[in-house]
């Protein structure tokens, strides 16, 4: 099993940035592919980015193409995405999550999930 902590998050004004962390601790890191996903109030989860085990390959969703970037480090076993461009529309509650199946945009395929961190952009 691997634990997920999520950071980073908070209130920033639109077009400012912010950059999300995500702990892991427990099985080794380097063995899961990873992913971020975003919920925002009535409104599903979302897939925004993910990233292979590696982090050589990347994916992510139309909607944050060009302003966000997923990237790992296995070294200190952390996640990250970098935010750039905030919209008001960004405004959710964002999740890593570990999968131990090749990078996916699919939230079932994924096993574990940290707590979330809130981002909040206003206008």
């Known amino acids: 099993q691997v634990q997920l902590v999520d950071t980073g998050g908070g209130l920033v004004q639109a077009g400012g940035s912010l950059r999300l962390s995500c702990a892991a601790s427990?099985?080794?890191?380097?063995?899961?592919?990873m992913g971020w996903f975003r919920q925002a109030p009535g409104k599903e989860r979302e897939f925004v980015a993910a990233?292979?085990?590696?982090?050589?390959?990347?994916l992510y969703a139309d909607s944050v193409k060009g302003r966000f970037t997923i990237s790992r480090d296995n070294a200190k076993n952390t996640l990250y995405l970098q935010i750039d461009s905030l919209k008001p529309e960004d405004t959710a509650v964002y999740y890593c999550?570990?999968?131990?199946?090749?990078?996916?945009?699919?939230?079932?395929?994924?096993?574990?999930w940290g707590q979330g961190t809130q981002v909040t952009v206003s206008s």
């Open positions: 990233i292979s085990r590696s982090g050589s390959s990347t």
């Open positions: 999550a570990a999968t131990a199946r090749v990078k996916s945009s699919d939230s079932r395929d994924y096993n574990y």
């Open positions: 427990g099985h080794t890191f380097s063995s899961y592919a």
